[in-house]
């Protein structure tokens, strides 16, 4: 063998590279998956009781993350339904809108609901008038319509008259002028068709 041979291997090298080192930007959040030198866009919590607790994700493996999440995992039946119901209100506690009985909002609405001077178109105070021992007022009977004072006038009868008085006159003002009850005069026929007119416009307004 002669000074200028020299050996030269005829294989290919199989040396193991070292793995390239990951230059991490401390400004930036790097996903907290194993192995993963992406960068975290997205936010994960890391358990159901510490919301606040979270993982940073890249895209990738927060989609993986969210996949394999169970939310109500270790809770019962009855758990879940009370987490949903409660969710269905932000979580929070609830409270009634009602004054306490001793507020003065609570004298001022006990006051205008029993007074009698209080006008109640609406019925509002219908109920604390009936637990008071007084009558609710009905807005039809105080404040009725033109044509039913003018059928109540037909029937010689005031505003205030209730409905057995409305029925009670109309049955004897039918047997005054009816003809059968005048010997077949026809003369007072006119004002029978006025009181029966009269009180088809009070059944009509419920005042029959």
């Given at each position: ?61 927060a989609a993986l993350y969210n996949k ?127 009181v029966v007119k009269a009180y088809k416009?009070?059944?009509t307004a419920r005042r029959a």
């Open positions: 063998m002669t000074d200028s041979f020299s050996y030269r291997p005829k294989f290919v090298d199989i040396r193991v590279r070292k793995p390239p080192v990951v230059k991490v930007n401390p400004d930036v959040q790097m996903c907290e998956h194993d192995g993963c030198g992406a960068e975290a866009t997205c936010r994960a919590p890391k358990s159901r009781d510490n919301p606040g607790e979270i993982w940073h994700f890249c895209e990738k493996h394999n999440w169970n939310f109500f995992e270790g809770m019962t039946e009855d758990d879940a339904r009370a987490h949903r119901e409660a969710a269905a209100h932000g979580g929070r506690p609830t409270w009634t809108f009602r004054a306490s009985a001793n507020s003065p909002d609570a004298h001022v609405y006990k006051k205008a609901a029993t007074s009698d001077e209080t006008k109640d178109p609406f019925r509002a105070f219908a109920g604390r008038r009936a637990a008071a021992g007084r009558p609710a007022p009905n807005p039809q009977e105080n404040r009725p319509s033109a044509p039913v004072l003018k059928a109540l006038d037909t029937l010689g009868l005031d505003a205030h008259a209730d409905r057995a008085k409305v029925r009670s006159t109309y049955a004897a003002l039918v047997r005054q002028y009816h003809p059968d009850s005048n010997g077949g005069d026809r003369s007072a026929e006119t004002r029978l068709n006025a416009v009070l059944k």
